[in-house]
């Protein structure tokens, strides 16, 4: 078992940034992959960054390109997405994933097995 504990949510105007943690404990060894998903009212769970953690190969969609950075302290157990030039659709509640071996697509929220309680995080003027 991997239990994912998210923090660092919030409130924040268009433009702003926000830096999310994911705290990991358990059995680490058996995690290949983790990731951020977010869930806006209304809507499916989307993936917004992952990150093969062996290598730290990193993973975006396009609409967090060049303003997310997914990143990983592998001494604490950490796992962080910076989010800079935050938008009103950002709005949602973030959650960290991890998976073991992913065969196909990391966006797929059924290959992971492990989830965190979720952050909110508000993107409003």
């Known amino acids: 078992q991997v239990q994912l504990v998210e923090s660092g949510g919030g409130s924040v105007q268009p433009g702003g940034s926000l830096r999310l943690s994911c705290s990991a404990s358990?059995?680490?060894?058996?995690?290949?992959?983790m990731a951020w998903f977010r869930q806006a009212p209304g809507k499916e769970r989307e993936g917004v960054a992952a990150?093969?953690?062996?290598?730290?190969?990193?993973y975006y969609v396009d609409s967090v390109k060049g303003r997310f950075t997914i990143s990983q302290d592998n001494a604490k157990n950490m796992l962080y997405l910076q989010m800079n030039s935050l938008k009103p659709e950002d709005t949602a509640v973030y959650y960290c994933a991890a998976a073991g071996i992913i065969i196909g697509s990391v966006w797929v929220p059924s290959q992971y097995n492990f989830w965190g309680q979720g952050t909110q995080v508000t993107v409003s003027s």
């Open positions: 358990g059995y680490i060894d058996s995690v290949y992959y």
């Open positions: 990150i093969y953690t062996r290598r730290s190969l990193t």
